[in-house]
């Protein structure tokens, strides 16, 4: 594949994770702040999002398996949860973050284990989307070419 | 033997008979003169003996008596002349003393005999008042009891301890054999044995209670006196040798809440009572005497009290336990309430979410299709695809607005516009409109009002435009003319808000705007009905026209938010129809926020070169991105991710400080108050921005109360930070955003 392909590949991968809703206006802010002085600044930031919300899922999940859960110390996980996701961009699972905020105002433990649930999908869909597209652009860097940006 | 003068005897001496007679006259001079010593002994010995001097004569008495005596032993022989003499003169003196003696007994003995009297009276007297001091005792111990009792049965709220203590406590006093309570049944014809003393008899037993036998108990509210043989005091096994004791029986007022008034103390005029039957000991010989019977008055009487305060405390506590229920009833009520609520708000968040990105697509695609090459049926069904989706992006979007504002969550958003732009533009918006339907849209606005205004320019024109729209709806033809002023400082002439008076201040002033039609006109009687949520005119016409009825409900409330009022007139139909509003505006120009909007930034800088910006926020990721932010403009980041980190850091040499407010809470509040403290002069203090995922009044409220200089939404754009940064180093503020 030549690199035009690749580069006109990554454009439609980027538009359609745009358009299902998994990246919003956020994600193309962070782009635009890449540039020579700071050139993996997407990747360390998205790295760094991986990190922090794998940490923070299982200590979700960790919290509401006790026998007593502590509904205050969930909420602020998710707090956490849903500022980063809202940072880089990640917009499904920020949304699954407010339903989960929701569930933990209740203290309902049922509608919080089933929103965890929800927060783990998005989370490994949008991870897994990422990845395929910094796999993308390291292909067409290794080639030569460079990322064009989406406007 | 000489001639003697004795007197010689009559017949020869005896020796014999006179041995006898000088012994005994011996003895009884020995006896003579032994008295008044015996006297004498027994006088001294007793205290008081007020005739002494009698003692002394009877004493002189006895003693001559006796000497006369003694001297008569020596006549028995013969005896001389002297003695003789001394005979004569003892018994000369003994007929004297003796004669007085006489004399003064007879004063005396009377006197004597009186004292006796005395003392019998005297005694008798000792034992009445022994037997009264008897009475008084036994009345005083029963008054003891009867307190006693009183205080036992009032420190109980138990109806049937309080009957049980009574029948126990009076059966002990009084000794009775046998105590008895006969109560109403619910039926109130018969009276039910309740309680006994002794349950020699089943509880259950039931007695009619127009007996006359009760009847008269019940009439008289003393104790009263009853056969043993009546029906209500046969307790006891009849056996044959019994004489049954006394009974007496009294009534006991069951008293309610109602028979106690404020003025009156309870008068026995309560239909209701009980009878307690008591009955002494048989074979005891005992009577009831007064004393008792008012012993048995009076507990009755407490007893009643007593009963009252129970049944009393027992619907208080019926009462109290009904409001717990009901509280309970309530509380889950509300409980549920809200959760209704959340979901609601839930579905709302979704929906505004889910329904408007849809809509969008379809909006913007077919407005893009409509620019391409099409044919003139692709054209038309793009146009109406175009027009109904939107007619249904505006359903949603009225929806939505309208549950917000009936939450309370909508907010104004205040800004500085350019009030007769706003009108011009609906003119415009509703020109062709009207044009096609051959209506003439006049627009009047006063000479006196001003040109800028600050308020909510987005909401006034929906609502200016949603009544004119209606106007336009409504007319087939005619003319619609909207006219604009000041509102003076009357009362409207609405029949809903008589006392709404529209006062003008420094700050603020009152829009009047009025839109008349010559159109269909309105019933009188459906005018209330107007702005009601769905409501919508429903005569003939009507029903070709689309729309949702919304649009009246949600400009009320936009006007009741702007703190104004909205109503609408007509004479009738066919008579066209006047509706008016007035709402309150910021007088431009005169309030502390700098008018912005006109004038706007004279340059944004693009770059900050060397810029000293310090940040918290204690959420890594997001972090990252603010710094990766700052830092694309050039600004020389310092990164701290708690408060106190971020206080220890902070020095003049900061021009800027952004803090994440997140869940820290009133950390922040405080960290920024402890930074102008550490930093005292405002020259060299950095300028505080808070920056929070979430933007509501009391955030913007706290945060420019502890002294930060503006409040950022976040996601922040590149170009937002770029036009934040300049104004804040230009202005020294933020604008409220």
């Known amino acids: ?151 | 033997m000489d001639y003697c003068n004795c007197i010689e005897p009559q017949w020869p001496a005896d020796e014999l008979l006179m041995k006898f007679q000088f012994i005994s006259d011996f003895f009884i001079a020995l006896a003579y003169f032994s008295i008044p010593l015996e006297l004498i002994y027994f006088v001294k010995k007793s205290a008081l003996f007020p005739y002494r001097w009698v003692l002394v004569q009877f004493g002189a008495f006895i003693v001559l008596c006796g000497a006369t005596h003694l001297i008569n032993l020596w006549t028995f022989s013969t005896h001389s002349r002297t003695v003789e003499v001394v005979i004569t003169t003892a018994k000369v003196l003994t007929a004297a003393v003796s004669c007085a003696t006489a004399l003064m007994l007879v004063h005396i003995i009377p006197d004597l005999l009186s004292v006796k009297t005395r003392e019998l009276f005297l005694k008798n007297k000792a034992a009445q008042l022994d037997h009264e001091m008897g009475l008084i005792r036994t009345q005083e111990e029963t008054g003891r009891h009867v307190r006693m009792l009183t205080h036992e049965i009032r420190s109980t709220l138990d109806r049937h301890t309080i009957l049980k203590t009574t029948l126990i406590e009076l059966g002990r006093t009084l000794a009775l054999e046998e105590c008895a309570l006969w109560m109403p049944t619910r039926t109130g014809l018969e009276l039910q044995l309740s309680y006994t003393l002794h349950h020699q008899n089943p509880v259950g037993f039931t007695v009619p209670i127009h007996l006359p036998v009760i009847n008269q108990v019940f009439s008289s509210d003393r104790a009263v006196k009853i056969s043993p043989n009546s029906p209500v005091a046969k307790l006891r096994p009849t056996g044959g040798k019994y004489i049954p004791g006394e009974v007496v029986a009294v009534r006991v007022p069951l008293l309610h809440l109602s028979n106690f008034q404020i003025y009156d103390w309870p008068e026995h005029s309560t239909k209701c009572y009980a009878l307690m039957i008591l009955m002494l000991p048989s074979d005891s010989a005992r009577h009831w005497h007064v004393h008792e019977l008012e012993l048995v008055q009076v507990v009755a009487d407490q007893v009643a009290v007593a009963l009252s305060h129970a049944a009393i405390l027992e619907e208080s506590m019926k009462a109290r336990e009904m409001l717990m229920e009901q509280n309970v009833a309530l509380d889950l009520a509300r409980r549920e309430a809200e959760t209704a609520i959340r979901a609601r708000n839930d579905f709302l968040a979704v929906m505004n979410h889910e329904m408007r990105n849809p809509m969008h697509a379809i909006i913007a695609l077919s407005s893009l299709l409509q620019e391409t090459e099409l044919t003139p049926e692709q054209r038309l069904m793009v146009e109406t695809v175009l027009k109904s989706s939107n007619l249904l992006a505006t359903l949603i979007n009225d929806v939505l607005d309208l549950s917000r504002l009936e939450d309370g969550s909508l907010e104004l958003d205040l800004v500085t516009f350019n009030l007769h732009a706003v009108f011009k533009e609906v003119v415009q918006l509703i020109k062709p409109i009207a044009s096609v339907k051959k209506l003439l849209v006049t627009l009047t606005l006063a000479s006196d009002l001003p040109e800028h205004a600050i308020g909510d320019e987005k909401r006034l024109m929906q609502t200016i435009l949603s009544i004119v729209g209606n106007a336009v709806k409504f007319s087939k033809e005619g003319s619609i003319s909207i006219a604009a002023c000041i509102a003076k400082s009357e009362p409207l002439q609405d029949a809903q808000a008589p006392y709404f008076f529209p006062v003008p201040s420094d700050t603020h002033f009152y829009l009047r705007v009025q839109v008349k039609d010559s159109g269909l006109g309105l019933n009188p009687q459906d005018i209330p009905k107007l702005f009601n949520k769905f409501v919508q005119n429903q005569s003939v016409e009507n029903r070709n026209c689309g729309g949702t009825g919304l649009g009246l409900a949600i400009c009320k409330r936009f006007v009741n938010l702007m703190e104004g009022q909205i109503w609408i007139e007509s004479e009738g139909l066919g008579k066209g129809c006047t509706a008016s509003f007035v709402v309150k505006l910021g007088i431009a120009g005169h309030s502390n926020e700098p008018d912005l909007c006109v004038e706007p930034l004279n340059r944004v800088q693009t770059n900050f070169p060397g810029l000293k910006v310090l940040l918290m926020d204690d959420n890594g990721v997001s972090r990252m991105v603010t710094k990766g932010l700052l830092m694309h403009l050039g600004c020389d980041v310092t990164v701290t991710s708690s408060t106190d980190e971020c206080f220890q850091v902070v020095s003049p040499e900061y021009k800027v400080v952004f803090i994440e407010i997140g869940t820290s809470g009133t950390g922040v509040y405080e960290v920024a108050r402890a930074i102008r403290e550490k930093i005292p002069t405002r020259h060299w203090r950095p300028l505080i921005v808070a920056l929070t995922g979430n933007i509501n009044r009391a955030t913007k409220d706290n945060c420019f109360r502890v002294g930060m200089k503006g409040v950022l939404l976040k996601p922040i754009s590149l170009g937002k930070m770029r036009s934040v940064l300049s104004e804040l180093l230009e202005r020294g503020t933020l604008h409220e955003s």
């Open chain 1, 1 to 151: 594949m030549d690199v035009s392909q690749m580069q006109r590949q990554l454009v439609d991968y980027t538009a359609s994770l745009f358009r299902e809703g998994f990246l919003d206006d956020q994600f193309t802010q962070l782009q635009q702040l890449q540039d020579e002085s700071n050139p993996d600044f997407v990747i360390e930031v998205v790295s760094l999002f991986f990190e922090d919300s794998e940490r923070l899922v299982n200590d979700l999940g960790r919290a509401l398996n006790q026998p007593i859960v502590d509904f205050k110390k969930v909420d602020a996980h998710v707090h956490q949860l849903k500022g980063s996701s809202s940072s880089i961009g990640a917009e499904r699972v920020k949304n699954s973050c407010i339903a989960f905020r929701n569930f933990c105002e209740e203290q309902n433990t049922e509608g919080c284990l089933r929103c965890l649930q929800q927060v783990k999908q998005e989370y490994f869909l949008v991870k897994n989307k990422l990845e395929s597209l910094f796999r993308l652009e390291q292909q067409i860097l290794a080639a030569g070419g460079s990322i064009p940006l989406v406007e």
